[in-house]
């Protein structure tokens, strides 16, 4: 069982940075996990934002953000972060932390075991 708490939300004008926070805890270390980064913009469906594979540290990026955004891990702290540099008002949306055992990475939604509770990020032009 993994549990996944999400932080660092707010709200921000175009052009501004924010660091988002993925809390992980549970059975983190006895196998290797995925943990990914989804957003859901108001009225749309939830969409692959960055992933970062836990043991070798490998990412994936969506091409919307790939550029401004940088995922990361913090081993010591069990945290996983997205920092969000040049947001723009279409960034806007509930971010979401999500979590699965593997070594691959994923992008869809439906590969996804734990969800955290979700942070809002809301980009004023």
């Known amino acids: 069982q993994v549990q996944l708490v999400e932080s660092g939300g707010g709200l921000v004008q175009a052009g501004a940075s924010l660091r988002l926070s993925c809390a992980v805890s549970?059975?983190?270390?006895?196998?290797?996990?995925?943990i990914g980064w989804f957003r859901q913009p108001p009225g749309k469906e939830r969409e692959f934002v960055a992933a970062v594979i836990w043991s070798g540290g490998r990412t994936a990026y969506t091409d919307s953000v790939r550029g401004r955004f940088a995922i990361s891990r913090d081993n010591a702290n069990n945290t996983v972060y997205l920092q969000m540099n040049s947001l723009k008002p279409e960034d806007t949306a509930v971010y979401y932390c999500?979590?699965?055992?593997?070594?691959?990475?994923?992008?869809?939604?439906?590969?996804?075991?734990?969800w955290g509770q979700g942070t809002q990020v809301t980009v004023s032009s």
């Open positions: 999500a979590g699965d055992r593997g070594f691959a990475v994923r992008t869809t939604v439906s590969s996804y075991v734990y």
């Open positions: 549970g059975r983190t270390s006895a196998m290797s996990i995925i």
